[in-house]
């Protein structure tokens, strides 16, 4: 059975940071590509940020790229979300995600798993 777990979401002031953790199955990290996507209220979900299939690039959305990071340890099956200098637009909930496709990274018909999501809140 997979299993995605998010943690570390919360309140955070403009220009703070967050570290948010997804635990996959043993699995799921090792045959698939994981992502990050955010869906603020009324809003569809979006893209934030994902791995390639071999894990060896990754992608960004042009509202995070530079200030968040995607990163990955093998040994313990977690993908990272690293958020810095936060911004109230940012505030959202944050689902991790897990894909077969080889490409698609952006759009979310092509994950087939997901998180339970965690809440992060950036207060102006």
């Known amino acids: 059975q997979v299993q995605l777990v998010e943690s570390g979401g919360g309140l955070v002031q403009a220009g703070g940071f967050l570290r948010l953790s997804c635990a996959a199955s043993?699995?799921?990290?090792?045959?698939?590509?994981m992502g990050w996507f955010r869906q603020a209220p009324v809003n569809a979900r979006e893209f934030v940020a994902a791995f390639s299939l071999s894990g060896g690039r990754t992608y960004y959305a042009d509202s995070v790229k530079g200030r968040f990071t995607i990163s990955r340890d093998n040994a313990k099956s977690t993908v990272y979300l690293q958020m810095n200098s936060l911004k109230p637009e940012d505030t959202a909930v944050y689902y991790c995600?897990?894909?077969?496709?080889?490409?698609?990274?952006?759009?979310?018909?092509?994950?087939?798993?997901w998180g339970q999501g965690t809440q992060v809140t950036v207060s102006s």
């Open positions: 995600a897990a894909r077969r496709a080889i490409g698609g990274y952006a759009a979310t018909r092509n994950y087939d798993h």
């Open positions: 043993v699995g799921t990290f090792s045959n698939d590509a």
